[in-house]
């Protein structure tokens, strides 16, 4: 059966972000992921709620960067930035339980193709080199060009193709079912496709990612497949919630009854 956790910059934003952590385990998870937990709270704080309330952290991102990057890997020129934000983001990851680190590429609409490109890989490839040792698995996400328009990565085949061809096998894929149902479709058969590239899974409904089980993506089958592909990691849920998040998880009460949610 199924791991989920809640992600804590989507979900129960009704509290603020330390009382958040209380209203995911009272909610029955037992993981927490978060964009950019070190924007609201230190290390030792964040540290201080999970051990607390018996909770493990499982993925943070690499800061935004400033107004019109949302990430930096892609984007020449930003090298020096780029390294600070990925060393400062493995030194909080190591405090707080050593989660996957989603290394942010950038809107690069701008910016000549092949130039950013050259930038992603090389980038990557030196984030690979920092975190060796460090505990915490990297992550690419491919976004979809409705919600991220210009951002550089934005199918999960364009992922794992930079994966194989760059020789990154260290790194995995966030196959996020929302923003490839929106880029791509075919969520299942691109699932098992990249089964063995993946590193961690997150739903929410299409088109307005709202809750799992409202709107056009079937998530009882496609989760359904999922387990029965053998995931051992977590689900992640990164949806927004049509009333409070705790009144919105009719979902993961009906994955239990059919099984497939632990």
């Known amino acids: 059966m199924l791991k989920f956790s809640a992600n804590l910059s989507i979900l129960f934003t009704e509290l603020p972000f330390v009382k958040r952590f209380a209203a995911a385990k009272n909610a029955g998870f037992d993981a927490v992921e978060c964009w950019f937990p070190y924007e609201d709270a230190s290390a030792a704080e964040v540290r201080a709620l999970l051990d607390e309330h018996q909770l493990k952290m499982i993925g943070i991102n690499t800061p935004w960067g400033g107004s019109g990057q949302w990430g930096l890997a892609a984007l020449p ?144 089958e496609v989760l359904r497949e999922l387990n029965n592909l053998g995931w051992q990691g977590y689900v992640g849920a990164e949806y927004k919630p049509t009333g409070t998040s705790a009144e919105s998880l009719g979902w993961l009460a009906d994955l239990r009854r059919l099984g497939i949610a632990a």
């Open 77 to 220: 020129s930003y090298e020096a930035a780029f390294e600070k934000s990925v060393r400062d983001t493995l030194a909080f990851a190591q405090a707080v339980g050593n989660p996957a680190i989603h290394v942010m590429a950038g809107l690069a609409g701008d910016v000549p193709a092949l130039d950013a490109r050259r930038c992603y890989h090389r980038n990557l490839e030196r984030a690979l080199r920092w975190a060796e040792g460090s505990g915490s698995m990297l992550v690419i996400e491919p976004l979809n060009g409705r919600d991220r328009p210009g951002y550089f990565l934005h199918s999960v085949d364009q992922a794992a193709d930079i994966i194989e061809r760059q020789g990154l096998g260290d790194l995995r894929i966030m196959f996020d079912c929302y923003h490839i149902q929106v880029e791509e479709g075919d969520v299942i058969t691109r699932m098992r496709r990249h089964f063995d590239k993946i590193g961690h899974v997150q739903i929410a409904g299409v088109p307005v990612r709202g809750e799992p089980d409202k709107g056009e993506l079937n998530y009882v």
